[in-house]
């Protein structure tokens, strides 16, 4: 359960730092990136039963 919450509240936020904001064109994808990293590792866990 708090695997999925976890993965959807990343999944939000990914959608958040998307550059299509004006104030954040010049970030690139680099926070997307990172959001995407932790969603991978939150992943890991959660199929290996740690989360």
Do not use: D, E, Q, Y
Request: proline letters at 6%; charged letters at 5%; zero cysteines.
């Amino acid at each position: 359960m708090l695997g999925s919450i976890l993965s959807l509240l990343l999944l939000l936020t990914g959608v958040g730092v998307l550059p299509v904001w004006p104030h954040s064109r010049s970030w690139g994808f680099l926070p997307l990136k990172a959001v995407g990293a932790l969603l991978v590792v939150v992943a890991f866990l959660s199929m290996n039963g740690w989360l």
